[in-house]
């Protein structure tokens, strides 16, 4: 069910916010929709159904499981009991009741033609990746049960994922202006009127749900920001800053925060000011909080359940933070081919600034784009993009790896280039996808297919854009063998598998 919404992005001059008990009260209406396929669901109905098997389902949609820890949450209204976590909310229902909940609402499920509900799930994959955060800090810090530390992370995102169904013109401007290089909680501020982490601690509240978080101050996360650990010994940490640091539910509270901020941007300094903080709290060098978090962010850009059309929090690894607005840089003539630098890069940043700078500087080509194949091989999406106009919308650009075009076949056939000279471009635009045939310039394009230990992984497109100078055999000769060590560099820094992925618990499961 989807309330009412304001009636402009910016209130009026004068005109006073909704108040936050009008806002608790709009929330409340707002039911979100599911995750689960119709199958899945029906399954859960079952006569025969295990626990198990029913918690298996639950645990793969985040609405849903919200719905019934909110259903547990109530029961235990009135004694001095919290919920902690799915398996213990299902064990206070019953499979019974649990059942009557999913048989009440079984087909209000997410329709990802709807712009409100794919939003609603990329807040979601946002919950999700700090969800991946929590379980592995757990496992290293203390080892204990998971779950509920993990099921705390995931209501954190309760208000984000109803923001698009409750106020989507609000939502969207947010989304708008945070893509700009805004800080996201000023500028909810300035569009709601409300805090949303309060706001979201008073929903909780008023669902009967637990919020097992305490926030660090301002001063408790500049303390230990400058508190990190870069060599073999840690700075020491003023007693005040450690005993907040090691406060119940700080873990949840640093999953989210640090979650939403990558999102946002993995180079902010905002985003940096958080992992200072998160390895301060594990006592780990930055360096390798850095990695384990960019090795996380991998394992859930290979899930089926929120990378439908989504953004991943892999592919953000590879952009930019917004730039200021700048003149235009004057056009210069190409450098000589040469070689790459002997340094390898380190990380995924430096790799695709390394390929920018090739290709533009070193190759003379002005615009460049990566597709990359989903982890299952049935999708081809666009990962990193550089000079096109409207880069956004090149970056949401993704296609079913068994259509019949160009880019698909090559990736079949394992062809290592293609060259369209202006002659062939008309040809080239008939066998393109939809999205990408305006896209190919008067002038010609080169495709390049990245080879990842073996297997073609992807694609890189390179053009001139519109300065209608053509391509020639040395770039093009060129540009096959940067497309070969890009795979190469790429195959190293993604090879190695993210800690503790294995044995993940179950309450991280994904849709069937």
């Known amino acids: 069910m989807q309330t009412s919404e304001p009636t402009s992005v910016r209130p009026a001059a004068g005109r006073p916010q909704p108040p936050r008990a009008e806002w608790l009260a709009r929330l409340a209406s707002v039911r979100l929709p599911w995750l689960s396929p119709a199958p899945s669901l029906q399954r859960a109905l079952g006569a025969h159904i295990s626990v198990r098997e029913l918690l298996g389902t639950i645990e793969a949609d985040l609405p849903l499981a919200v719905e019934v820890i909110a259903s547990a949450g109530q029961t235990l209204r009135h004694s001095d009991q919290t919920v902690q976590g799915l398996q213990h909310a299902v064990n206070l229902l019953g499979i019974e009741r649990v059942q009557g909940l999913i048989r009440a609402r079984r087909h209000t499920s997410l329709d990802p033609a709807q712009p409100a509900h794919q939003a609603v799930l990329q807040a979601m994959a946002t919950t999700r990746l700090a969800c991946l955060f929590t379980n592995h800090w757990t496992a290293l810090r203390t080892g204990a049960d998971p779950e509920p530390p993990i099921w705390a992370t995931a209501l954190l995102g309760v208000v984000r994922w109803k923001l698009p169904l409750l106020a989507p013109r609000e939502a969207a401007e947010i989304e708008r202006r945070v893509a700009a290089g805004q800080r996201r909680v000023v500028v909810e501020r300035d569009l709601l009127g409300v805090d949303v982490d309060d706001l979201t601690a008073d929903h909780l509240h008023a669902l009967g749900l637990p919020h097992r978080v305490t926030p660090l101050s301002p001063w408790d996360i500049a303390q230990a920001a400058r508190c990190v650990r870069t060599g073999d010994a840690a700075p020491e940490l003023p007693e005040a800053c450690q005993r907040a640091l090691q406060q119940p539910g700080v873990v949840s509270g640093l999953a989210q925060s640090l979650a939403q901020s990558v999102q946002d941007s993995w180079y902010s ?97 002005r615009r460049c784009a990566l597709f ?52 062939q471009v008309a040809t080239a635009r008939q066998q393109m996808p939809a999205g990408l045939a305006p896209l190919v310039p008067a002038s010609g394009m080169l495709l390049g297919v990245v080879m990842v230990d073996g297997q073609p992984r992807g694609l890189w497109w390179a053009d001139t854009g519109d300065t209608g100078r053509a391509l020639d055999a040395d770039t093009s000769t060129a540009f096959r063998a940067f497309a070969q060590r890009f795979g190469a560099g790429f195959a190293r820094l993604t090879r190695a598998q993210p800690p503790h992925a294995a044995s993940r618990p179950a309450a991280l499961a994904e849709t069937a």
């Open 269 to 365: 300094r905002r985003t940096r000011t958080w992992m200072a903080v998160a390895a301060v709290h594990l006592n780990r060098p930055l360096d390798r909080l850095r990695a384990d978090l960019m090795q996380l962010a991998l394992h859930a850009s290979r899930e089926a359940t929120f990378t439908r059309g989504l953004v991943a929090p892999a592919s953000r690894l590879l952009w930019e933070a917004p730039a200021p607005r700048r003149v235009l840089p004057r056009v210069v003539a190409p450098a000589p081919l040469a070689a790459p630098p002997a340094a390898q890069p380190q990380d995924l940043r430096e790799l695709f600034s390394g390929a920018v700078r090739e290709l533009t500087q070193q190759l003379g080509l």
């Open 372 to 423: 990359l194949t989903s982890s299952d091989r049935q999708r081809l999406g666009c990962a990193f993009a550089h000079g096109f106009d409207g880069t956004a919308l090149v970056r949401g650009l993704a296609m079913p790896v068994s259509d019949p075009h160009l880019p698909q076949r090559m990736l079949r056939q394992a062809a290592g280039l293609l060259w369209v000279r202006d002659a």
